[in-house]
């Protein structure tokens, strides 16, 4: 059955590009979470739609990154201006409920290498 | 301090073995859940628990709220079990965004 997907697998960006990272989450899931997972890190939270509305960007690093989600399914995390410290596996997962409820279902991660 | 603490780290086990790791917790929680990430990257969820003690398989979770301490046993364990499993729980009160332990690497040796 379809899980979350993302896309591209792995993006090797130079420094001062712009990149832009795309989530597929569960058909019919409301909830979508960015994560990002630094080398031998656990994921640290970075943002949080239920449908198409941001309640929650507190996790994004700085105001270089930006999500988005407009039709509440498909979600993208841009990175403007990239630095090396922003070398990462990011995560999306999506759950079928809002709020509390809901196993998360993690797609396979973008792994960016900034150089 | 991180709010989420996995021991150990690492961990070796011979084929066979039982296993535990450990987490603890200095939040208030909703949920907790353990993952399983295998190299590469894939997280896949194992249990999301909030009280009491669950069992799938040769995994057995457990989680004692009061102590905020949960473990994940891994019965006769085998070679394919190896992946770093992580601890994350899901704040009291929040959208459901999870805080993340650092994970443990297990390694079981045929």
């Known amino acids: 059955g379809a899980g979350v997907s993302q896309s591209p697998r792995y993006k090797v960006a130079k420094r001062g590009q712009d990149v832009a990272l795309r989530c597929d989450p569960i058909?019919?899931?409301?909830?979508l979470f960015w994560y990002q997972q630094a080398l031998g890190q656990g994921p640290e939270f970075l943002t949080y739609?239920?449908?198409?509305?941001?309640?929650?960007k507190s996790g994004l690093p700085s105001d270089r990154f930006f999500a988005e989600r407009p039709e509440g399914s498909v979600s993208t995390l841009k990175i403007q201006r990239t630095q090396q410290e922003d070398s990462a596996v990011y995560l999306c997962?999506?759950?079928?409920?809002?709020?509390?409820?809901?196993?998360?279902?993690f797609g396979p991660g973008t792994r960016l290498t900034v150089l | 301090k991180n709010e989420v603490e996995q021991s150990p780290q690492n961990l070796t086990a011979q084929e066979g073995e039982f296993i535990t790791i450990n987490c603890s917790y200095s939040?208030?929680?909703?949920?907790l859940h353990w993952l399983q990430q295998h190299p590469g990257g894939g997280i896949v969820s194992l249990f999301m628990?909030?009280?009491g003690k669950k069992k799938h398989g040769r995994l057995i979770a457990t989680i004692n709220i009061q102590e905020k301490h949960s473990s994940l046993h891994i019965t006769a364990s085998h070679p394919r079990d190896s992946a770093v499993y992580i601890c994350?729980?899901?704040?009291?009160?929040?959208?459901?965004?999870?805080?993340f332990g650092k994970g443990t690497k297990l390694s079981v040796k045929p």
């Open positions: 997962a999506s759950s079928l409920a809002g709020g509390e409820l809901g196993t998360q279902y």
């Open positions: 058909s019919g899931h409301v909830s």
């Open positions: 739609f239920q449908n198409e509305a941001q309640l929650d």
């Open positions: 939040v208030g929680i909703s949920a």
């Open positions: 628990l909030s009280s």
């Open positions: 994350a729980v899901r704040r009291g009160g929040s959208q459901g965004n999870l805080i």
